[in-house]
Structure formats: C-alpha cells, structure tokens
C-alpha cells in the first residue's frame, strides 16, 4: 500500500497551469525528493496532497484511501512558509499545535521536551517566539511537525534558510526518521541535497514532470561520461579528441566526453604530458541531468 | 469541535493577558465616566443664577411672568426684575449685558387687544442662541397670559395652580398584564443597540484583524494542515467574540454591583430605568441576550469573510464599512420601528439577518413579538452565520495563497468553486 499515490493531479491558477498531469507514488519508508526550480509547482503539488487546495482533475491517495480531512492526522507539514504566533511561548506553541494533531496537553508537553533538547533549543522553550532568529523559529516548526510522530513527513524547502550546522542537523534528524521506517517527502532546489538523501525522486519544470523514478534507476539512464582529474604540468590533453567540453577550476578540470568516447585513451594522454595526481570518472550528478532535462531553461 | 474549542482557547487567553486589555477594561468606563461627569459639572454650572430682565408696560402680566420664570426649572435660579420702558431703556440694558451684569432682557409686546393669542416679545442676550431660556420664556408668558385671562373670567386663584399643571397619562399596552415603563425599555433597548454598535466596532472588526495577522504573518498554511478551515474560522469568532463579552460582562457586572448597593443615586431617568430592567420578564431578557449575543456572532462572521479577501490592515479597514453599514442603517430606523413596532418593514427588517439583530432588540423592548416570528427570526440568524462561516472558509482557505489586488467578484466567485 503506497503511502501516497498521485494520479495525473492538474492545477490551473487563472491562466497559469501550476501542475500539468502529476503522478508519483511513494512506498512506506521511503525518502522522496520532489524537486524543481523556484515556481516550478513543487508548492502546488504539495499543498494539493495535504488538501489546502484541491486538484482540478486527477485523484490523491493517501494510505491507500482518497485523500479526506482525518488523514492529515497521520502527516506532518512544513510548509515553505514558515509562520508561527509570535507572542506566544515556544513551549506553550508547540503543546498547542500538538494538541491540535490529537495530543493530550501533557503528553504534548513532554514531547516537545524532548524534541527541544534533541534540537539544542531548550534553553528557549519559555521565551515568546518573537523573540527567536530566523533559524531558532525554523526549528521549532520542525518540531511541530513531528511532535505527534506522523507516518508520513512533509517538508517544503525545509533546509532552505538555516545556516551550515543547523541544515546539517536537520538533515541528521531526518535521515533517522528515515531509518525508523517513516516515509519522507522533501522539496527543494538543492539537488546536492536530494542526491545524498533520496531513494526516489520527481523532477518538475514549469508544472511538468521531466524525470521520476528511483534514484540509482534515473541515473543509470545517464552515461558515465564525466571525468575529474587533478594534474600538474600541460594542459594541451584538454584539446583531446574524446572531450566535448571541459571546465577549468583552481584545483581540478571537469571534462565531458564525446558519446563513445574512450577515457583510457584520454587518460594516456594527459599522462603524456602532466603529473596526474587524480583520475575519476563520474556519473553525471542530478543538477547536470535536470538542466540537461529541463533544456536548460530557468525560471525567471 | 474540540479543535475548534482549542483555537478559541488560544485567540481569548491571547488577548485577555495582554496589558491593552486591562487597560482597556479599566479606563474605558473612567473614560466615559469621566466624560459624563464633566458634562454634568458643566451642565450644573449652566444651572446656576440667572440674571434677566422684564421689560413690559403691563406690570401684573410682568410680575405673572417673573413668577412663572422660576417654576418648575430645577437646580437652576432665577434672578428676575421687572423693567418700566423709558426711552433709554434697551440701550441701558444691553450696556448691562455687555458688562456681565445682566444675562439677558426680555421686551414683552402687547397683543394690542387680539384676546386669542398670548403676548410676544424678544429676548436680547450675549447670544442668540440660547433655546432653553427661549423656551423656558414662552412657556413662562404663555402661562402668565393664561392665569391672567382666567382670572378675568372669574376662576378662583386656588384653581389656577391645578389648572395650569400638565395631565399624567401613562401609556400601556393592552397584550401586556404587567406594567412596564415604556420610556425606560426603549431607553434600555437603545442602550442595547448602541452596547451591540460598539462592541461589533471594538471586538467584532478584531475577529477580521486577527485573520489578517495570520494571513500575514503565514501561520495560516500549518493551521490548515491540520485543521478545517471552518473550525479555524468559527473557533476565531468564538475566542475574540469572547474577549469582547468578557470585557462587556465586567462592564455590566461592575454596573449592576454598584447600582445593586445604591451607590448610583437611584432618582432621575437612570432610576427609571433600573426600575423598568427590574420589572423586565425572564423572557424579555432571553430574547434580549439572544439578540445580542447571535448579532454580535453575525457581524464578527461577516467581518472574518471580509477579511479573508484583503491583504493588510489596510484593506481591512476600507472593507469594515460593509460591517458597519446595515447597523448604522438600522439607527435611521429606530424612530418608525418605535412608532409602529408590528408594521411589515418593522416585520421584515426584525427577520433580515444584516438588520436582524438591532431591530429585533427595538421590538422586543417595544412589546414581545410572536413566538413565530422569533422562532422565523432566530432561524435565519442561525442559518446567515453557518452560511456566512462557510462562504468565509472558502474563501479563507483560497484567499490566503492569493498575493497582489484585491479580488473581484467573479474571482471570489471561483474561489469558492476552488475549495
């Protein structure tokens, strides 16, 4: 039973079609990564499985049922906007937020205990939220989320905002919710992020899907015809026959090959002529297949 | 419902443990207080001794008219003197009210005979527009001309003071077996209606402002994430509505305790009105706190609808006049509603959800309508705000992902189809 299934989901704002035909289906225990650029309908399709708005035409399941309002007692959201009230305690906020997802208080409470001290902002839990940073106010969205331990976990850009060490945590905490069999869906436009974490992904542009499936299956669809090699000395081997292009940094060059093109002879080559102190030939990574999806537009 | 219940509990105890409400609690009854008492200071002081002057040719009539002068005007004194006219008097006059030793003057005319009309004259003072002492004036010379003539026609002088006072008819409703006075219920009724007025213009436009604070600072996403948005709404209205009853129940409660331990003199029109609320039967004041209490849920309904299609405060406020509009139509009706509380608009407009509530009130203080017609009434009520809470959530829950200009009615319109 899919945790959430979506079946050709279309959304039309005005004369704006924010989600074109949207299908995906995510397995218990698994993490999804919906990805896209800014604007490309990852909001749109988010906020339609947890009914905010609803679908112009096409169906969501989730937990092997039509979506319907008792559901959400099994999700968590974040959403991409993060709001809190702001005059209220951090403490007394998350026991209420948790009381609304059918907590008791006291049991509310203690969750969120624990959760701040997990977190490393119980030394906050009485301050009014207002008077919290950006990132401090991020987290305590994220426990929310989680206080009454969904079977499945929806974050919007969850990482955006947050500062190294924060993002870290986060990602942390979200991987062993993962280990502990719960389904994660994140958005973002991170696609360093969702290569590290995801077990499938969708990817979306301008409402439309350009690549879905599991993670090693979509790249296996990419030749491995990227090559990374760090050298000192000549770098005439760049004008080698097998490269299509190549990208010069302070420590390395990043070369695309020619389709069939032979890296062993291209290796040769540039061993003719410099030290080499590094030779790795890459799979391409999801930016490059995204932009190569995508025709490399950009949203504006 | 216990969502709801959980979103009310939060918007009230959020409001009443602020400092503004305290204060607000406090200081707006001393406000006012504050106010009425320096009008009562002022008016006391305008009560004080007034010097005028007679001048007339016909001295019984004038010595008639210095006496009537100071009958029957409480607190206030008079200082009258009757003036013989020479040549030079008015300029002596007006010299002495120029200089504050005379408030003002009065030149009576004679009626050069015509026996069916009463003496004019005219009153000369600093200014010209002091209407009490105009009508204290003629009354005074009407009088006098009166108990002047029938003096002539022989009527004993002790008859006269029983002649010249007014008749003391009480008016009575024949469908009511308990006297009532009905200056006072429409006094408490009007009461009502202005308590309603401020409380929908204090509290019911905060139930807009607070769902535009949450469109504003994007809580609203999380909220509908896990909960309906008809809960969200209805739970709103009930916690902010709240705040304002409480704040309108310490009020009363206050007032009730200090009128209850005589602490408020008990004479005068505040009396009276003690006195009618005392008499008022139970079900008179159920019907006036359903009024009350649906009105205000009614107006609050309407002003979270609004405030669902605005962005800012701004906005808000430009909307709050379609909140405001049909009660302050209801005022232009008070008076016809009054006069004739069983005619068909006085029907209509007590059965019409946006006018419902004010005019009802009038009717029910003027005499308690049928049990259909306030069974019809309640009804509509009832089903105005479950329609207009769930216009609001439709539009709320598409509203809030809605940036830029504000909305037209065909865009509303497909709003609501969205959700």
């Not at chain 1, 225990?29 to 309908?41: C, D, I, Y």
């Not at chain 2, 309108?248 to 009128?259: A, P």
């Amino acid at each position: 039973m899919a945790v959430v299934q979506l079946e050709n989901i279309r959304k039309v704002y005005d004369k704006k079609v924010a989600v074109n035909s949207l299908s995906l289906k995510i397995e218990p225990g698994m993490m999804f990564g919906l990805l896209g650029p800014n604007g490309s309908g990852k909001t749109s399709s988010i906020r339609m499985m947890v009914g905010i708005t609803a679908p112009d035409s096409g169906t969501v399941s989730m937990f092997g049922e039509p979506f319907s309002q008792k559901l959400l007692q099994r999700i968590g959201y974040l959403p991409e906007e993060r709001g809190l009230y702001k005059k209220m305690e951090v403490l007394e906020q998350l026991k209420f937020l948790g009381q609304l997802r059918g907590l008791h208080a006291a049991d509310a409470k203690n969750r969120a205990i624990a959760w701040c001290k997990r977190l490393q902002i119980d030394e906050v839990m009485h301050k009014k939220t207002e008077e919290l940073s950006k990132g401090m106010q991020q987290k305590i969205q994220f426990i929310a989320t989680l206080l009454h331990e969904p079977e499945l976990i929806i974050m919007d850009e969850p990482f955006s905002g947050l500062d190294p060490v924060n993002a870290a945590l986060l990602q942390d905490t979200l991987m062993d919710l993962h280990k502990e069999g719960r389904a994660v869906l994140f958005s973002t436009h991170r696609m360093d992020q969702v290569e590290k974490m995801c077990d499938a992904i969708t990817l979306i542009h301008n409402g439309n899907v350009v690549l879905s499936g599991e993670m090693r299956e979509v790249k296996s669809r990419y030749p491995v015809d990227r090559v990374q090699i760090q050298f000192e000395g000549d770098d005439s081997f760049l004008r080698h026959e097998a490269v299509l292009e190549s990208k010069k940094f302070k420590d390395r060059v990043e070369i695309k090959l020619k389709h069939g093109a032979d890296a062993q002879a291209l290796l040769s080559a540039a061993a003719a002529k410099a030290t080499i102190r590094k030779f790795e030939l890459m799979e391409p990574t999801l930016e490059e297949i995204f932009i190569e999806a995508a025709g490399g537009k950009a949203n504006a | 419902m216990r969502n709801m219940l959980l979103i009310a509990k939060r918007e009230y105890l959020e409001r009443v443990q602020t400092k503004a409400f305290v204060l607000s609690t406090v200081m707006i009854p001393i406000f006012f207080a504050g106010f009425m008492l320096i009008a009562a200071l002022l008016t006391k002081k305008d009560m004080g001794t007034h010097h005028i002057a007679i001048v007339s040719s016909d001295a019984n009539l004038a010595s008639l008219v210095q006496k009537e002068i100071g009958t029957g005007t409480a607190g206030a004194a008079f200082n009258v003197d009757v003036v013989t006219p020479e040549p030079q008097t008015q300029q002596q006059l007006t010299a002495a009210v120029d200089a504050k030793k005379l408030d003002g003057f009065l030149i009576l005319k004679s009626n050069a005979g015509d026996l069916t009309h009463a003496p004019g004259g005219t009153y000369y003072s600093s200014t010209a527009t002091d209407l009490q002492m105009g009508m204290r004036l003629e009354s005074a010379v009407r009088n006098a001309y009166v108990q002047e003539r029938l003096k002539s026609f022989g009527v004993p002088a002790e008859d006269l003071n029983g002649l010249m006072k007014p008749a003391d008819i009480e008016l009575q409703s024949t469908r009511e077996t308990a006297k009532s006075n009905s200056l006072a219920t429409i006094f408490g009724a009007a009461g009502l209606m202005m308590l309603l007025y401020m409380t929908v213009l204090l509290h019911g436009v905060n139930v807009g402002r607070s769902i535009v604070e949450e469109k504003t600072s994007r809580v609203f996403e999380v909220m509908l994430s896990i909960i309906q948005p008809d809960d969200l709404l209805a739970g709103k209205i009930l916690g902010v509505g709240s705040v304002g009853l409480t704040q309108i129940g310490i009020w009363l409660g206050t007032t009730g305790i200090v009128t209850a331990l005589g602490v408020t003199t008990s004479a005068g029109g505040l009396g009276k009105v003690r006195e009618a609320v005392l008499q008022m039967p139970a079900a008179t004041f159920v019907a006036f706190a359903l009024c009350y209490l649906l009105g205000f849920i009614y107006y609050s309904s309407v002003a979270a609808m609004l405030a669902s299609m605005v962005n800012s405060e701004q906005e808000m406020q430009q909307m709050n006049m379609f909140v405001v509009m049909p009660m302050a139509a209801c005022m232009a009706f008070v008076y016809p509603v009054i006069l004739h509380p069983d005619a068909w608009y006085s029907v209509a407009l007590s059965l019409f959800p946006p006018t419902a509530p004010l005019i009802m009130l009038l009717r029910v203080a003027m005499h308690m309508p049928s049990l259909l017609e306030l069974s019809i009434a309640l009804g509509l009520m009832l089903l105005a705000i479950y329609v207009v809470i769930w216009l609001s959530s439709r539009i709320y829950r598409v509203g809030i992902l809605m940036y830029g200009k504000r909305p037209n009615l065909p865009e509303i319109l497909r709003w609501i189809r969205y959700s």
